[in-house]
């Protein structure tokens, strides 16, 4: 402590201390300045305009955000500028397409193509297929239709007709049997109370107490109601006491708090 004054002087370390929390200070204060600028904050520069809502500003159309600066984009011939913040800053127009020389070039349609809506590619015209960098005719066969599809052969035969190769064959459909009009799987079906068998439809031989049953397996005909399929007949169910029919109807089981036991439902213990 000084005799004079009676106060106490600084030491080193707070020199230090002091001298190291102004550079600090001054070194933020430098950096801060570029950041705002870039983050369209501050002074508006030339070549901007102010943003329409809060406070900053945006570079105007055709110019980018280089430091504190809006400088001109080099935009190429056939290309627009986007307004957006990232990337290059341009685009190419509809129907060009960038190049690696920073250049947009026209975009090559073959002769029967036309430009795809969203102009960065072609498509060919109906009645045509692509073969590489061509557009090439469709062969349609005899009994075929053009389906406008870009992938397979483009057409498709005609109800009654199957395709082959490069041909559409007449679908041989038995008596009794109708087509199905599937894309995939069997041609033709048989009619309801006929079932396939060899490549024909043979009528269902339907016993008494029985009703034809649409399922594609089985004979083709299901019990009614009250009796069980025994061979190629319906036999009346011996419902014995205690018990009920399931659900099918065609089958039996013992009611509540019985159990099977030698074919009779009795009392379970």
């Known amino acids: ?12 370390r707070k020199h230090r201390l002091i001298w190291s929390a102004l550079a600090l200070a001054g070194t933020i204060v430098f950096l801060a300045s570029p950041v705002l600028a870039q983050d369209g904050t ?3 520069p030339e070549n901007a305009v102010a943003q329409n809502y809060g406070g900053g500003w945006d570079c105007a159309l055709g110019y980018k955000l ?6 001109p984009i080099d935009i190429p011939e056939n290309a627009y500028a986007t307004g957006r913040a990232y990337g290059a800053g341009w685009a190419c127009k509809r129907g060009y397409q960038e190049t690696g020389t920073a250049a947009c070039e026209a975009i090559q349609i073959p002769d029967n193509a036309h430009l795809r809506s969203s102009g960065f590619d072609w498509q060919c ?7 590489r960098d061509d557009c090439v ?3 349609l066969p005899e009994n075929a239709y053009l389906t406008g599809e870009i992938s397979g052969p483009g ?5 009654g007709y199957t395709a082959t190769s490069d041909a559409c064959v007449p679908i041989a459909v038995p008596a009794n049997g109708y087509l199905t009009n599937a894309d995939f ?3 033709w079906a048989c009619e309801r109370g006929f079932f ?9 031989d339907l016993p008494a107490n029985a009703f034809l049953d649409p399922e594609s397996y089985g004979p083709g005909w299901r019990c009614e109601r009250g009796y069980e399929q025994v061979r190629n007949a319906c036999v009346a169910i011996d419902l014995p006491e205690n018990a009920h029919l399931d659900r099918t109807g065609n089958r039996w089981r013992c009611d509540r708090s019985f159990q099977l036991s030698d074919g009779a439902c009795v009392l379970g213990r």
């Open 1 to 12: 402590m000084s005799a004079v004054s009676g106060t106490m002087e600084p030491t080193p």
């Open 42 to 44: 501050g002074a508006i």
């Open 66 to 71: 280089d430091g504190a600066e809006c400088l």
């Open 125 to 131: 015209n109906r009645g045509f297929r692509s073969d």
């Open 137 to 139: 005719a469709i062969a």
């Open 155 to 159: 057409w498709a035969c005609i109800r």
């Open 185 to 187: 799987g069997a041609a």
């Open 196 to 204: 396939e068998m060899d490549g024909r439809c043979d009528p269902v």
